[in-house]
């Protein structure tokens, strides 16, 4: 086969490893035969597990350590861990050149810190972010940082707007990227000094990567009228958290009122086309996959308690990011 894309994968990682792992490369290999995986964990549970599957030999290997990064592991003791777990071995092979992208479904904070120490940052760029996809009206967000920051300065903020740029234009083919700034308000007096300066900074270049929109507040993200919104760590992390927590109480009480009663029952058989496509709008692991940016090298992470399906998704935002030369976009417009 042509190793088009080599993706370095974590197969210990997360729940359920690494019968999910590979049941989510199964899924995403049914249709995608230009990708090679690299399964970083134990050989003998891996093969278990992807012998049972319908993958062709010459689409992966294995290399083999019987060590690997717990849940429940500080990102300190992680790195601690070191160079013979999964992860480590991992991050090492985009390191090395030998490998495109790195997936892991593992320990968030352990898989930052083992990036870190092994990965250079993009030149110019002081704090890497993380980003995920977030739906809206119309299509899809990039919304940034969702956590790995809880401080971000003027510089910083900047930064996430060309980066987050960078990565929608290689997710969504060279589409314009409209980037706003999640604030209180949308009056240029809201907000905190840092957020402020930065509307001012921003307002004030008008730069030619991306349309800047201004402010948003957090009850128009999926509005549609912008497609990049940036913010601090904390902030992001409280905004996502809070949205998964929101959709995930929309759907439960919305299954408890159609299955309570003869009549919800009669009227969710009626409208079963019309629930279906509510509940996949919804649905976290169609937009699992976040990107840890700002380093030299691509870095994505899985939600650990994702199911197969969700993991497959992952290996689709691995695939989009390669092929949309991620990379190269982030230093050309930091540049």
């Given amino acids: 086969m042509k190793k088009s894309i080599i993706v370095a994968v974590d197969a210990m990682g997360g729940d359920d490893s690494p019968e999910k792992i590979i049941k989510g490369i199964e899924l995403f290999h049914k249709n995608n035969k230009h990708v090679y995986y690299k399964l970083y964990g134990d050989k003998n549970l891996i093969t278990q597990c992807i012998t049972k599957k319908n993958i062709d030999k010459s689409y992966y290997e294995i290399i083999h350590t019987d060590e690997k990064i717990e849940n429940e592991d500080s990102a300190l ?57 977030w739906p809206n009206k119309i299509g899809m967000n ?6 790995a920051n809880i401080e ?31 604030n209180v308000g949308s009056e240029e007096i809201k907000g905190h000094s840092v957020i402020k300066n930065t509307y001012q900074k921003l307002i004030s270049q008008k730069s030619n990567i991306f349309d800047f929109k201004g402010y948003i507040e957090g009850n128009h993200i999926m509005d549609g009228d912008v497609n990049v919104i940036v913010t601090d760590g904390f902030t992001g992390n409280i905004a996502l958290k809070t949205a998964e927590g929101t959709a995930n109480f929309i759907t439960t009480e919305l299954k408890k009122a159609m299955t309570s009663n003869i009549i919800g029952k ?17 649905d976290p692991r169609l937009y699992n996959g976040a990107i840890l940016l700002g380093l030299d090298s691509a870095v994505v992470k899985s939600h650990g308690g994702t199911d197969y399906i969700g993991f497959a998704n992952s290996l689709k935002v691995c695939e989009k990011i390669v092929k949309g030369e991620l990379i190269e976009k982030i230093k050309s417009n930091i540049n």
Avoid: H, Q
């Fill in 142 to 147: 990039i919304v940034l940082d969702l956590g």
């Fill in 266 to 282: 009669i009227s969710s058989l009626i409208n079963v086309k019309n629930l279906k496509s509510f509940k996949e709008k919804l």
């Fill in 77 to 133: 003791s992680a790195a601690k861990k070191g160079k013979n777990t999964s992860m480590w071995l991992a991050v090492e092979s985009i390191k090395n050149k030998t490998s495109d992208i790195i997936l892991s479904a593992g320990n968030t904070g352990a898989l930052f810190v083992i990036a870190k120490l092994n990965l250079k940052m993009i030149e110019n760029i002081s704090k890497p972010a993380l980003s995920g996809l």
């Fill in 152 to 182: 971000c300065d003027e510089k910083n903020l900047e930064d996430f707007c060309l980066m987050g740029s960078a990565l929608y234009r290689s997710l969504f083919d060279n589409i314009d990227p409209k980037v706003a700034l999640l």
